[in-house]
């Protein structure tokens, strides 16, 4: 029986006259690393945008299946309702409020995905408070997860590239999610760096059994990481398959692998 995590079924989505995904097919199974590789405006931001609520595909099918629940449909949902079904995701650009601490950012996290509000904390009814310190725990463990605990009351603006994007999945973390999209988690860094991100997202799913799916221009980086990979060239899937049969994909070499500006690890 196959259990998949996200099912995608010939999806369009045009702005205009601009096909961003055209008739894009692909499935992910519970528990897997996949990565979407592809040169820059092939689709690939509109993809997650597309699995997380934010576009609207004109056609197709998007279904979300978490553990223990019934299949979501995808498209036409608001995205905190996609979030609250255990769909997690960083950005490409960081967007995380760069004044306050790491704790801080993770707590909110946490907080926000479990509708703790404004009014609730001024509140702070018995529950409120049981809530707090369960986030603060839930934070703390986070913290120490991503290898950031040294680094709780650091404000975030001052981190490394290395360690705003170790921020960034705890952040995601902290939603609890069944999946996490990763836009580019390495965009910035350095190679040790990479090496370490790398280590760190397969933790996530090897010991908290979130599956992860990863865009990522590093080819080196996703191909360690990454079990099986689909390719989108113009809004298209062009190839699908192990990093092996990736690598030796004429249609894949021509598109994307034989372009220098991959290779110099251009990441716009
Ligand atoms: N909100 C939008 N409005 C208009 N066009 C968009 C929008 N989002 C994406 N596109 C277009 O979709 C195509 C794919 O972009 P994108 O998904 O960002 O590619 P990638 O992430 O692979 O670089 C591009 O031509 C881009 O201009
Ligand atoms: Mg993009």
């Not at 290395?162 to 939603?175: K, Q, V, Y």
């Amino acid at each position: 029986m196959s259990d998949l995590i996200f099912n995608v079924d010939h999806i369009t989505l045009r702005f205009g006259g601009v096909v961003s995904l055209n008739d894009v097919t692909l499935h992910q199974n519970r528990g897997e690393i996949l990565a979407v590789i592809g040169p820059n405006g092939a689709g690939k931001t509109s993809l997650f945008n597309s699995l997380t609520g934010v576009y609207q595909p004109q056609e197709g099918s998007i279904t979300f299946t978490g553990k223990d629940a019934k299949p979501l449909s995808v498209i036409g949902k608001k995205p905190h309702r996609v979030s609250n079904a255990g769909v997690a995701r960083t950005f490409q650009a960081s967007r995380m409020f760069s004044a306050l601490t790491t704790f801080e950012n993770i707590k909110i996290g946490a907080e926000s995905h479990r509708g703790i509000g404004v009014v609730g904390a001024m509140l702070r009814s018995p529950a409120t408070r049981r809530d707090e310190r369960d986030s603060d725990e839930r934070t703390k463990a986070l913290l120490d997860f991503v290898g950031l605990r040294a680094k709780a009351n650091v404000i975030s603006s001052s981190l490394s590239y290395g360690d705003r994007r170790r921020l960034e999945i705890a952040r995601g973390l902290a939603t609890g999610p069944q999946v996490l999209l990763l836009d580019e988690p390495a965009a910035g860094t350095n190679p040790s760096e990479k090496l370490e991100l790398t280590t760190l997202i397969r933790k996530v799913r090897d010991e908290m059994g979130v599956s992860i799916l990863l865009i990522e221009h590093d080819m080196k980086l996703v191909m360690s990481l990454a079990e099986r990979l689909y390719v989108l060239n113009f809004g298209s899937v062009i190839a699908q398959g192990t990093p092996e049969e990736i690598r030796a994909n004429d249609k894949v070499i021509e598109a994307y692998l034989g372009s220098t500006a991959t290779e110099t690890g251009d990441r716009s």
